[in-house]
């Protein structure tokens, strides 16, 4: 299990990296052809979108992953559940696209979501053999397919830029990215459907995928709630300055928590009968993320206005301030994934949905009154103020149903908490006494924060930094060559 694991890991690494250098020369390349409103646009549907893709899944994948031997039974009811709802959410969406248009008063979404709206069938027909591959580790192949997806959706995105589509060029991207895949998918895995549907399955299913769907559905609202309200009260080209922000921290802040959490679920999933296991998990992945996920949030927030005006241009300047208090939201996100995961694994859906409803009541009153009450500012500062909340919210869950307890795990994070913010405050601190230009001045301050935070990684050599250590393959271990 270790190995395969491991082999798992490694493919999923490729696959998110390959995934993101696509998506980063794309970023930069779209932000350059369109324009905040284009990107305002898709970040308004945003919510819909989600909150059907939600409703197609309704908990069942994790359901199929969790269930220790699922039958050909449970396989081909849950595809046609999932079609079944596609058919009927794409409804819904087609005749409530005109009243949504007009809500946020532009007409051009209303064909929008309309067309984006097809992506329901893509996820309801592949979502099964997406899941089995998922259950068996069999990320290699998850991983070259998101790859060819990536540089294939990328080439004709752009031409469609290029040529002044505008909007319908991200339409087209959104519509690629899950068709290529499903294509894949459909014709490399065995399965097909039988011609059955159990309510047996549908019900054994359904009391663990149930709870997860709500979980899922509140986060997923939660989390686009403020494309809703910002296009609503501003207009598409604010929003579209957030949705570069939030795009560009989302990359970062979950470049590697989701590597890692990929591959977890399956394996917290295979050893839900051991806590011991289960803690010894958590606890390397919560030191080993921390580690490299807090000082790169940090240095992004340092260098904000430099990386946003040489990517993005001089057009995107507006989105710095949003970026750099997302990253501020960004620093726990990291985490969030792996603490929920292992109470997910042992079959607690129940008591996560309980526990969302709670969280999410309070970051949702977070980001409505900030917003109501000090505008954009208010906003961020709730965003803030949820992320926040919601960690600490899944380290109790952690501590009460695995036997990590909380105080264990905020002392296991805290040498690199301390380390990383003091790196961060003397870097900020001599960078802004310093009379250069914008360019060698962010270069300057990035090497003493790296210099700063290495430093005290090789003179103390903390857990944390040798559990980093330890998952470079050895091959790649030059300083023990050397020593030896």
Known sequence: MKQKAASSMVWTAIQKYSKMAVN???????????????????????????????FIDGGFGSALIQKKNPTQEDYSTIFFWNLGMAGFLYCVLFFCAPAIARFYDIPILSDVLRVQGLLLFIYAFNLVQRNQL????????????????????????????????????????????????????????????????????FKELFGFGFYMFLTHLINSFSNQIQG???????????????????????????????IMTQVTFPLYASVQDNKQAMINIIRRLIMTLSYISFPMMFILILLAEPIFILLYSDRWVNSIPYFQALCIAGLPSCLHSVNLQPIAAIGKSGIMFKWTIIKRVVGLGSVVIGLLLFGMKGLLVGVIIN???????????????????????????????????????????????LGFGMYLKGAIVLIIYLVIYMGWSLIFKPEAYTYTLSIIPTKFRFWEKKNK
């Not at 290699?140 to 397919?145: A, M, R």
């Not at 309200?229 to 928590?257: D, F, Q, R, V």
């Open 228 to 258: 809703l309200l910002i296009g609503k009260i501003y207009n598409p080209s604010t929003m579209g300055y957030y949705a570069k922000a939030h795009g560009t921290e989302s990359m970062a802040s979950h470049s590697i928590s989701s």
């Open 387 to 433: 992320s926040w909340f919601a960690y600490f919210v899944h380290v109790g869950l952690v501590s009460k149903y695995i036997g990590y307890k909380w105080f264990s795990q905020l002392r296991d994070l805290m040498p690199v908490a301390i380390a990383s913010t003091l790196a961060a405050i003397v870097s900020f601190i001599i960078g802004h006494f």
């Open 134 to 201: 998922k259950k068996n580790l069999n990320f290699k192949i998850l991983s070259i397919i998101s790859i060819t997806t990536s540089i294939v959706s990328l080439i004709i995105t752009l031409f469609l830029a290029y040529k002044g589509f505008g909007v319908w060029a991200l339409v087209t991207q959104n519509l690629l990215l899950a068709a290529v895949p499903a294509l894949f998918f459909w014709f490399y895995v065995r399965w097909r459907p039988i011609l059955a549907f159990s309510w047996r399955s």
């Open 24 to 54: 980063f020369v794309s970023g930069i390349v779209l932000a350059r052809l369109l324009t905040p409103f284009d990107y305002g646009c898709i970040g308004m549907l945003g919510i819909f979108m989600v909150l059907a893709e939600a």
